[in-house]
């Protein structure tokens, strides 16, 4: 079959790709743009590691077929913030020293920055339920649970 | 360990929560695994896998597979001549020859342009199998008659034993007997078990079961292999040991050791899972025949059917009290389920059982077995959790009948210092009892009458404890410490860092050198230029490879103070390194920069020698790292469902290097630990197939399954390690099994032996109680 051409918006950047039918958007993200932060842990949906914005929402991108996003908002975690202007969420995480071997982070970052946005000031069951989607096996969740909350009243203060 | 660590200088370094240097790359997504590299010509490998245990291969046709565009090569194991019957280990098999030992084995590997193209080659390779019969419960797989797994006279793999370190003076032995599915034996003998149990007024038996679970890290196994013209290989791979990674391969395909070179990238988690070797020598293999870069990464269903989980444990325990609470004898038979090939910590499970507690006899039987089922390999302090779940709950039931104090009961009873473990080793220093001791002054612990007695809306609540450790791992290890032109300081070593050890690291080095923090620049080399580094594992990196850089760290700050005192004209005794500078005590503006030092080191006709110290100490002292829990639930008696109210861990540390990444560390093993104790199992099928490869069947915590997890970190100082630091990875998943059981049986009466404690097991338990 011939690959096509996926047309839509990446981290604020008109972008177009060569991609098989068959590609899921986590594919065309990671091998086919080269954008590796969003990753693979399941293939499944089950784990979350993959989660992107779509249009705004968290979603799992290893679930989305890549031409379904066509015409779309997509944005991964290299168009959440960089090293030197991190968002809250990365900022918070940081300090709390939460990443351990770091493999899930990406994608549970993802989901609580989206958290955020809908839910500025969320509870700890909201916090808790907001990135149950995501499988991390080295933190406990714990120190997630105390940066985001941090991360919560630093966000809601930016916008206020 | 010849050295004992002290030193004079400021400390104040050690102890602070500094956050890790590679935090900020780690949520942007920069930090690269395996899987993010993509070099130019990268082709992508998959296996075929076995959908039986164990059969006979007939006959392998890949012609139509080798046919389809876009496939470099497709290999079975007549096209790899190293391949030999009797592999000793999983890596040593790397496809079936003629019969496949579990479903899930390998059988023929494709490499091709693109992952889709390779996985429809697989579709295309003709596989005739003819089915045989399975060993599939270890039980009956120990009787004579059942079905051989491995080849007959092959040798049973200790290496893990030793890898781990933590055992002398129990010999496991392959016994060679009618029952050809037992591997290894072991015994641990003292005293007169028949007399203890007769002169007992209390004894209890039963049989504790856990099963298989998988080490779950969320990046799955994956590797890049690449050949250059000279023959020579590169891996980079998703290690917890690149030196091992190295040998094993080397091994596996009868290369030397220098013409593999091993990158560490980072390492997505491993937690014991990632020590052996796996996939490496198969892309490895790929590569040569393709003459191109090969990745291949498993898939999150290959993990599960065919990763190396932990063991199941079957353990069959009697113990026996007088009525006084004095304990007399304790006779076990631990049988360890190690699937196709040997490879397990027989003598763990032994010394556990027999040395926690003091029991004047005992009689501990070790045992592990083979089924067709995926090998098994370490997972975070290996057979320690379930071991600790059955004497535990064993000692919890003997306290309930003698009608004493559990905790009481158990530090009457606990091992200290100097007594004798069960293979004639002294304990060496460690806060067992002082864990244990810390948790019981705690609220929930001191109101869990109240607790209970607070349940409403037809629920019931409970308190439950528990105590376990490990022995602490020792490898020898490596570190270099250089001093650069400019005052910083570069330091080097092969350990890999998964869980944040790097940061303790360069704390260590810039607390032993004498430079603040931010001057320390820590750099995981690969197996070409790192010095020789054990394996990330067995809760020692930070006990060892810390001990390797504080010694590197002093040749080099001895070597800088002596190229001052040539250069100040004073004596090494009065110089003192401050603020970037070294000075001579006493008279502050006399002084030369660490700057000029290094520069002197790398001037065109300098006779300066640059400061380089090293460091490769072997070690012989090991630091036993205890951990107590404690857990306060709801049962709902009609569901069985199990909520958790408050966890709390008090473990003893030694010293808190860096109280932040500790505290990450107790968190995260604890929540392993619970999900051991409440819902992880792989479950197979009578043919020994995985019923649930994912993981939405394969069920770990989520974080709305938990509360917030309480950290209390005690500090009894090892007397060798880094700082008195301790190991603190593995104490954490240990005891959380035994803490819920015995929370389950407070809050409802009923005592469970089989793990996981899953809804449907508690909910039968009471309905067949009531």
């Known amino acids: 079959m011939a690959k096509q051409v996926l047309s839509f918006t990446v981290n604020d950047e008109p972008t177009e790709a060569l991609v098989q039918p068959w590609d899921t958007l986590l594919d065309a993200l990671r091998e086919r743009i080269g954008l590796t932060g969003p990753k693979e842990g399941c293939g499944t949906g089950d784990c979350g590691a993959c989660t992107v914005h779509f249009d705004g929402k968290p979603i799992a991108s290893c679930l989305v077929v890549a031409m379904q996003a ?25 300090k709390h020293g939460v990443a351990q071997c770091g493999f899930c982070i990406p994608g549970v970052v993802m989901a609580a920055a989206a958290l955020l946005e809908e839910n500025p000031r969320p509870t700890e069951e909201e916090i808790r339920y907001g990135i149950a989607g995501n499988l991390c096996r080295c933190t406990g969740y714990t120190k997630m649970l105390t940066a985001i909350t941090e991360a919560a009243g630093a966000s809601a203060g930016r916008r206020s | 360990m010849s050295t004992v660590m002290k030193t004079t200088r400021d400390v104040k370094g050690i102890g602070l929560s500094i956050p890790r240097p590679d935090g900020p790359d780690k949520v942007t997504g920069q930090v690269q695994y395996v899987a993010d590299l993509n070099p130019r010509g990268l ?12 059969a006979k291969i007939v006959r392998i046709d ?12 497709v290999l079975t194991a007549a096209d790899i001549p190293q391949l030999k019957k009797k592999a000793p280990t999983r890596a040593h098999a790397v496809l079936a020859i003629d019969r496949v030992v579990f479903a899930g084995q ?49 040798e049973a793999d200790t290496s893990e034993a030793q890898a781990h370190g933590s055992i002398a003076g129990v010999s496991t032995e392959a016994k060679p007997s009618k029952a050809v599915n037992i591997s290894q034996q072991a015994r641990l003998q003292r005293g007169d078990v028949a007399k203890g149990f007769a002169e007992s007024d209390v004894v209890i038996e039963n049989t504790y079961r856990v099963p298989m679970v998988h080490q779950g890290y969320m990046e799955p196994h994956a590797v890049l292999a690449q050949w250059d013209s000279s023959g020579n290989l590169t891996l980079w791979a998703s290690t917890q040991g690149s030196f091992n990674t190295r040998s094993e391969v080397a091994d596996v395909l009868e290369l030397p050791e220098n013409r593999i070179k091993v990158i560490p990238m980072e390492c997505g988690g491993g937690f014991g899972g990632k020590i052996r070797a796996l996939c490496e020598p198969i892309t490895a293999v790929l590569a040569k025949a393709t003459n191109r870069p090969v990745r291949y990464v498993m898939t999150r269903k290959e993990e599960l059917e065919a990763g190396m989980p932990a ?15 004095t304990l007399m004898a304790i006779e076990a038979e631990a049988i360890l389920e190690s699937g196709a090939y040997s490879g397990a910590v027989l003598a763990v499970a032994g010394v556990f059982l027999a040395s926690l507690y003091l029991f004047p006899n005992f009689d501990v039987k070790g045992f592990e077995v083979l089924t067709h089922k995926p090998s098994i390999a370490a997972y975070r302090a290996p057979v320690a959790p379930q071991t600790i779940f059955a004497i535990d709950s064993q000692m919890e039931q003997m306290a309930k009948k003698l009608g004493v104090d559990p905790v009481e009961f158990r530090l009457r009873h606990v091992q200290h210092e100097g007594d004798k473990m069960a293979n004639n080793q002294p304990w060496l220093s460690n806060g067992a009892a002082e864990v244990l001791t810390r948790l019981a002054e705690h609220p929930i612990w001191k109101k869990r009458a109240e607790w209970k007695a607070s349940a409403k809306d037809g629920k019931l609540r409970g308190t439950g404890i528990s105590l376990g450790g490990w022995l602490g791992g020792l490898q020898p290890t490596g570190a270099t410490v250089r001093l650069n032109p400019d005052g910083t300081l570069q ?21 032993a050198y004498g430079v603040d923090i931010d001057k320390v620049k820590i750099t995981t080399g690969d197996t070409d230029v790192a010095p ?33 005192a040539k250069e100040l004209e004073a004596s090494v005794h009065d110089l003192e390194i401050e603020d970037g500078k070294v000075v001579v005590r006493g008279v502050p503006d006399k002084g030369i920069t660490l700057a000029s030092i290094g520069k002197k080191g790398n ?16 070690f012989s002292v090991q630091a036993p790292a205890f951990c107590a829990q404690l857990a306060r639930i709801e049962v709902d008696p009609d569901t069985g469902e199990v909520t958790l109210h408050n966890f709390v861990v008090a473990q003893d540390v030694g010293k808190a290097i860096n109280p932040a990444q500790i505290e990450g560390q107790m968190q995260g093993g604890a929540v392993q630990s619970l999900g051991m104790a409440l819902t992880e199992a792989l479950m197979y099928d009578d043919k020994a197939r995985l019923t649930n490869p994912s993981l939405l069947d394969y069920r770990k915590l989520t974080s709305a399954d938990l509360p917030n997890i309480e950290t209390i970190i005690v500090e009894k100082p090892a007397p060798h390690g880094p700082f008195g630091a301790r190991g603190v990875g593995e104490p954490p998943i240990v005891p959380a099994p035994a803490a819920i059981a015995n929370a389950i049986e407070d809050a409802t009466g009923v005592r469970l032996t089989h793990l996981p404690l899953s809804p449907e097991r508690i909910a039968l338990a009471i309905a067949a109680k009531s």
Do not use: C, W
Request: hydrophobic share 45%; proline share 8%; charged share 20%.
């Open chain 1, 70 to 94: 066509r015409g779309h908002n997509v944005r991964t975690i290299e168009g959440l913030g960089k090293p030197d202007a991190l968002h809250p969420v990365q900022a918070a995480f940081v």
């Open chain 2, 106 to 154: 390998p059988v023929a590997a494709v490499a091709a342009d693109e992952p889709a193209i390779a996985e429809e080659a697989l579709d295309l390779i003709d596989v005739q199998y003819e089915v045989l019969p399975v060993a599939a419960d270890p039980l009956e797989s120990m009787k004579p008659g059942a079905p051989p797994v491995a080849e007959l006279g092959t």
């Open chain 2, 603 to 618: 001037l065109y006709m300098s006779k300066v020698e640059p400061v380089i110290g090293a460091s490769h100490p072997a």
């Open chain 2, 491 to 511: 330091v080097m070593t092969g350990q890999v860092d998964i869980a944040g050890t790097n940061i303790a690291l360069a704390q260590i080095a810039a607390t």
């Open chain 2, 62 to 73: 890949v012609s139509k597979a080798k046919a389809l565009p876009g496939v470099r090569a």
């Open chain 2, 43 to 54: 082709l992508h490998a998959k296996l075929l896998r076995s959908p039986h245990a164990h």
């Open chain 2, 311 to 325: 063991p199941q444990v079957i353990i069959k325990l009697k113990t026996g009290a007088k009525r006084d609470g």
């Open chain 2, 532 to 564: 020789v580094t054990g394996l990330s594992a067995g809760s020692k990196t930070t006990y060892t490879v810390g001990v390797a850089v504080i010694q590197a760290a002093e040749i080099a700050r001895k070597q800088t103070l002596e190229i001052a």
